[in-house]
Every structure is written in C-alpha cells, then in structure tokens.
C-alpha cells in the first residue's frame, strides 16, 4: 500500500539555523509533491508545489527537492525564525483522477 | 476572497449518536475534500467530490459516514452512530482543479469532534 514517511515527529533547531524536514514514500509515482504549514488548531496551508520533472523549487526562504529515483523530498527553511514553528505536512498526488495523501507531519520548534 | 467555511469549531456528543458537519467551498472550486485529522497524524483522506459526483470514498466508514454535495457547492459530512474512535478533526478542503495544474489545497479551520 502506499505509504508515506515524514522523518520525524519533532525538530528542534535554533533560531537563525536551517531547518530541514525530510518525506520518504513508497508505493507511489506521484506527478507532484506538496508542502504545507499546520498551525494547532488551524487547517494547513499550501506552501509550495514541485512536480515529477523539477529537482528544485524555491520561495523566499523555502526550498523544496525532489528525488524520484530516491523517492524522497527534503524541505529546507533557511534562516529560521521562531515565527516558522509548526507542523509540516508533506503530500503526494498522482494523475487528475487520483487523491492526494499526506503524511503524519513534522512537528519544528525554533528555539530563540 | 473568501476562504473555506465549516460549521461550528468543537462538537461534543456521546457514542450511538449523529453528528453533521457542513462545508462551504470556495467560490468557483470544483473539487470538495473531507478529511479526518486524528491528534498527531496526518489528514487522512474520506471522500473527494468533484461537482456533486464522488470522485473517491475508498476511506469513507460506509456504514456509519455518509456525505453528499448537492448541487456541486456545500457539503455535509455525517456520523451515525458515532464511535469513540471517531473523535478527531475534520477538515474540509476545496481545490479549483484536480489537473496537475494546481493540485492546491485550501483548507478550512476544522471542527473538532469529541465522542464520550
């Protein structure tokens, strides 16, 4: 079945470091990959999408990879700031037709 | 723009009985997602809706989970009877496409649902 792996549960880093979340799946050919931001008690948001054909996506100080051959996607905040603690979700769509799964997330904490 | 819109944050309600929980998509968004998010997990995926015909329920508890999205706008996600394993958040979620455009998902608040 198809399966999703976010590293972690939680990250501790310092502030002004860079953080850098992993997600690992299997059993998938996904088109895309896609990052959000979960705040507690908020619903997530989207973040960044990087598709089957890219290597690299950036955005301010995000940068998002992915490895097909792998199967794996690193999501790196550069600079990080106590404001970027949250939860970060990965998630996986294929073709038009087929759902998009996420994986259980990656609890960060910046620490000042 | 006016973004996802759900039906009231907290719910609280005993085992065997009924709860519904509505959505209302953002305008002009073809493509409706229900979720369930239990406490340190992922959204799990229930039923997607593009218009007002089912696109996937592959996860949907059939029989106690039923949803509809009459006339391919809101939405109502219902529980009967609820379990205590059904406790959790429940996300809706709309996208203006399912392509390989976007993909994009926005997401509402959630309303957290407790079973005792």
């Known amino acids: 079945s198809q399966k999703i792996e976010q590293n972690s549960e939680a990250l501790n880093i310092q502030e002004g470091k860079t953080a850098t979340l992993t997600c690992n799946y299997t059993?998938?050919?996904?088109?895309?990959l896609q990052w959000y931001r979960q705040d507690p008690g908020r619903g997530p948001v989207f973040l960044l999408l990087i598709r089957e054909n890219e290597k690299e996506k950036r955005k301010e100080r995000l940068k998002v990879t992915f490895d097909t051959t792998l199967k794996q996607s690193l999501f790196h905040i550069t600079a990080s700031q106590p404001a970027d603690s949250a939860t970060y979700l990965c998630?996986?769509?294929?073709?038009?037709?087929?759902?998009?799964?996420f994986g259980s997330g990656t609890r960060l904490s910046i620490r000042p | 723009e006016a973004g996802v819109a759900q039906s009231r944050r907290y719910k609280i309600i005993e085992k065997r009985q009924s709860v519904a929980f509505w959505c209302n998509p953002i305008s002009g968004h073809a493509t409706l997602y229900w979720y369930q998010q239990i406490l340190g997990q992922g959204p799990k995926l229930l039923i997607q809706?593009?218009?007002?015909?089912?696109?996937?329920d592959s996860q949907l508890p059939k029989d106690r989970f039923s949803a509809e999205r009459l006339k391919g706008v809101d939405s109502t996600l219902k529980i009967q009877p609820a379990k205590l394993e059904d406790s959790a958040v429940y996300l809706c979620?709309?996208?203006?496409?399912?392509?390989?455009?976007?993909?994009?998902?926005?997401f509402g608040e959630g309303s957290r649902l407790t079973v005792l």
């Open positions: 998630a996986l769509g294929g073709s038009s037709a087929s759902k998009i799964i």
């Open positions: 809706f593009q218009n007002n015909g089912v696109v996937d």
């Open positions: 059993n998938y050919s996904p088109a895309y």
């Open positions: 979620a709309s996208s203006l496409n399912q392509g390989l455009n976007t993909g994009e998902l926005f």
